[in-house]
């Protein structure tokens, strides 16, 4: 963790692809996402809302879903959507860093995650990235 707390103080000095370049290959952010699920079996409820992380890669703009385990929930879990591109809309756009906000709907292969939360990381990251475009 100590690399991560020198890349932070670098990207805050500007200086990130200057001092280190290899760091920007470790650049990872990491938003908090739900999705919710139907449930046809119970008559006890209509869905079940399923806590995710969506990962997005800036070295080569790819996006991971995975789903967090919890233990004896008789659900599979895991991994939802490996590591790739992901198209945006049927007009051959991909999804881009600066697509991802906090309050927002993704859909991922007609799956809707709603994005509420991002880690601390990624909040600089974005802050960083956006001041220096």
């Given amino acids: ?12 000095c500007g200086n990130l692809l200057k001092q280190n370049p ?10 908090d996402a739900y999705f919710k699920q139907t449930v046809h ?5 209509y869905y079940r809302i399923r806590n995710v992380k969506v990962y997005y890669y800036l070295e080569d703009d790819s996006i991971s879903v995975v789903e967090p385990p919890v233990e004896n929930s008789g659900i599979p879990q895991g991994k939802l959507i490996k ?3 992901l198209p945006k809309n049927d007009m051959g756009d991909w999804w881009h860093w ?8 993704v859909t991922f292969y007609g799956k809707v995650f709603h994005v509420y939360n991002c880690n601390q ?11 220096n475009i």
């Fill in 41 to 45: 079996e119970s008559p006890n409820e």
């Fill in 98 to 105: 600066k697509d991802f906000n906090l309050g927002i709907n």
């Fill in 121 to 131: 990381w990624t909040a600089v990251s974005a802050l960083w990235l956006l001041c």
């Fill in 22 to 31: 290899f760091l920007c290959v470790l650049q990872v952010l990491q938003f």
């Fill in 1 to 12: 963790m100590w690399w991560m707390c020198a890349c932070v103080r670098m990207c805050l």
């Fill in 83 to 85: 590591r790739q591109r």
